[in-house]
């Protein structure tokens, strides 16, 4: 490509704001959403993106409503601009290790913020003191390319290719029905008469493991109804929910051990099936050496003991 102009001057380059806009708003398909990103109006960002289309001469995006979606032209250039943005992040990440006062961001899902990270935060900080943690305990799967966080603990319904990205597989969890030890002094062990407790999986890449596969799976009644059974929009509410007495949960073995070994939930049946696969997630740009390394290294073995703390399979 020619990057000189008529004059064999080197061409000026465009505004950089202008850049981010466009490479904000091409990403999200919608100049709000950019907007929302970069902390500044949707106006902002329409006036920008005008602004670069008129240093380049063409037209990036094809305006509707409540959408937008690039041009040929467009394309051509988020090609370019995607792994340039992503490289400056990756850079400036890189020198603020060096600064000792970075931030790290952890996502992971409510369920594992609560029983699994939140216990452990205080043997994290006594390894790494000072260390800065954002946890971002939600059911949403964070975009680590986009650098929404450092560090993602997942469920996936199987082991997949994740580009560009470092995984440590840990295995799947065994599903088995728990209740308290309260409830089944109420109304016994027969699971067909309790309550059993349900949860939704929103999230796409989470195989949903629900009563209907278990009774399949073990030929119980499949079509068993009960009017006190209850369902919850995620894991949490559902494993407190069990915990406090008002229902059969389908756990993971792995969440529940520590809340059976001290006498708080019982597994009322030796049969399972299998979960999800767990995996701990990070961009493969780390230093070696470096502060995240560290901290990816204590969030390896500390999910890996955890893990062998219960069944799971290979």
Not at 58 to 77: D, I, M, N, Q, Y
Not at 187 to 205: D, Q, W
């Amino acid at each position: 490509m020619d990057e000189n102009d008529s004059s064999g001057r080197r061409r000026p380059l465009p505004s950089l704001v202008g850049l981010q806009a466009f490479e904000a708003a091409a990403r999200h398909t919608s100049f709000r959403d950019a907007a929302d990103e970069m902390a500044i109006t949707p106006t902002a960002v329409s006036h920008r993106i005008r602004g670069l289309e008129e240093h380049l001469g063409v037209k990036l995006f094809e305006r509707r409503p409540r959408k937008v979606s690039v041009t040929e032209a467009g394309a051509v250039l988020l090609d370019h601009l995607g792994p340039a943005f992503q490289g400056i992040r990756g850079g400036c990440d890189a020198v603020a290790r060096f600064g000792g006062n970075r931030t790290y961001t952890i996502t992971l899902t409510s369920v594992l913020s609560a029983l699994w990270l939140t216990p452990r935060l205080d043997a994290l900080r006594s390894r790494m003191p000072g260390i800065g943690l954002r946890i971002l305990a939600t059911e949403d799967v964070a975009d680590l390319h986009a650098h929404e966080a450092d560090f993602a603990i997942r469920h996936f319904a199987h082991k997949t290719d994740l580009k560009s990205l470092e995984a440590v597989w840990l295995g799947r969890d065994l599903l088995y029905p728990c209740a308290s030890p309260a409830l089944i002094g109420r109304s016994g062990k027969t699971l067909a008469s309790l309550p059993l407790i349900h949860f939704e999986v929103n999230n796409p890449t989470h195989h949903k493991q629900s009563w209907e596969e278990w009774f399949g799976r073990h030929g119980h009644m499949s079509s068993r109804k009960n009017d006190l059974d209850t369902t919850f929009s995620n894991e949490i509410q559902a494993f407190y929910a069990t915990l406090a007495g008002q229902g059969v949960g389908l756990i993971s073995r792995t969440l529940a051990q520590d809340f059976i070994d001290r006498g708080l939930l019982t597994v009322i049946d030796d049969r399972h099936i299998e979960g999800a696969e767990l995996a701990l997630l990070r961009r493969e740009n780390a230093l070696a050496g470096s502060l995240e390394n560290s901290l990816w290294n204590w969030l390896r073995v500390s999910l890996s003991e955890w893990k062998s703390t219960s069944a799971i399979t290979p």
